[in-house]
C-alpha cells in the first residue's frame, strides 16, 4: 500500500513552453500533497504544499506564478512549470500524506525535467 | 528556522561492516520527528527509520537503528552488515510535531565495497 505515482518521469521541452506534472496517490486519500525540487547531488527543496480543494502554500523564493500547483481531488495533485527555462531543469519529486498517516509522507518516483 | 547537518558528503564501508552516517539539527522546538531517509540510483526516496523526540528509547528496523541524543541535537544512523543494496544517498530530515514541512540536510552518499 501506499503508493505514489508520477507522471511522466521525464519531459523535455522547448524553452518557453509549460509543462505539467501529475502526481496522483493510488491507494489511499492524500489529504495533503509536497512538491520538491531537487537539483542533481543536492538534497530536496520543499517548493509548496497543497491540501485537496485548497490554494498551495507556497515556500518563501518560490514563484507562485510559475509554478502553478492545483490539488484538485484526494488523488491528484498537478505541478505545472508556465514558460519554462533551462534553469528549471531539475528532478521534481511529489509526496503525499494522508489523514490516517500524518507522520510519515509517501514520496513519487520523481520527474526529470530538462528545457532547452 | 530549524536546520538539518550532514557533515558527511561520502562515507564507504565494506559489505557484511557496520556503518554509522552523522546528523545533527537545530530547533528550539522541544516535540519533533526525526527521519532517516535513503535514495538509491532510481531517486525513488524511502522511508529508513523514524524517531519521535519524546521517545528515549532509540528505533531500530531491523539492521538499521539510530542513536538519539536530543540534548545534544544528534541523530545518527548505524547500518549493521551492510548490503550492496544499501548504497544509496542518505537523507536525515526533520519535522515539527504537528508541521508539514520536512527539512532534509545535505546528504551523505554511501558506497558499499564487496
Known amino acids: 500500500g501506499a503508493v505514489v505515482s508520477q507522471h511522466p518521469s521525464w519531459v523535455i521541452c522547448k524553452s518557453g513552453t509549460s509543462v505539467k506534472i501529475e502526481c496522483r496517490s493510488l491507494d489511499f486519500q492524500a489529504t495533503t500533497m509536497f512538491w520538491y525540487r531537487q537539483f542533481p547531488k543536492q538534497s530536496l527543496m520543499l517548493m509548496a504544499t497543497s491540501n485537496e480543494g485548497s490554494k498551495a502554500t507556497y515556500e518563501q523564493g518560490v514563484e507562485k506564478d510559475k509554478f502553478l500547483i492545483n490539488h484538485a481531488s484526494l488523488t491528484l495533485s498537478t505541478l505545472t512549470v508556465t514558460s519554462a527555462h533551462p534553469e528549471d531543469s531539475s528532478f521534481y519529486i511529489c509526496?503525499?500524506?494522508?489523514?490516517?498517516?500524518?507522520?510519515?509522507?509517501?514520496f513519487g518516483p520523481g520527474t526529470r525535467l530538462t528545457v532547452l | 528556522a530549524q536546520t538539518v547537518t550532514q557533515s558527511q558528503p561520502e562515507m564507504s564501508v565494506q559489505e557484511a561492516e557496520t556503518v554509522t552516517l552523522s546528523c545533527t539539527y537545530d530547533t528550539s522546538e522541544s516535540d519533533y520527528y526525526l527521519f532517516w531517509y535513503k535514495q538509491p540510483p532510481s531517486r525513488q526516496m524511502i522511508l529508513v527509520i523514524r524517531?519521535?523526540?519524546?521517545?528515549?528509547q532509540n528505533a531500530t528496523e531491523n539492521r538499521f537503528s539510530v542513536n538519539f541524543q536530543k540534548a545534544a541535537k544528534s541523530f545518527s544512523l548505524k547500518i549493521s552488515d551492510s548490503q550492496l543494496g544499501d548504497a544509496a544517498m542518505y537523507f536525515c530530515?526533520?519535522?515539527?510535531?504537528?508541521?508539514?514541512?520536512?527539512?532534509f540536510g545535505a546528504g551523505t552518499i554511501l558506497r558499499v565495497k564487496s
Open positions: 530530515a526533520y519535522r515539527r510535531e504537528y508541521g508539514n514541512k520536512l527539512v
Open positions: 509526496s503525499a500524506r494522508s489523514y490516517r498517516s500524518y507522520n510519515e509522507q509517501f
Open positions: 524517531q519521535e523526540a519524546y521517545k528515549q
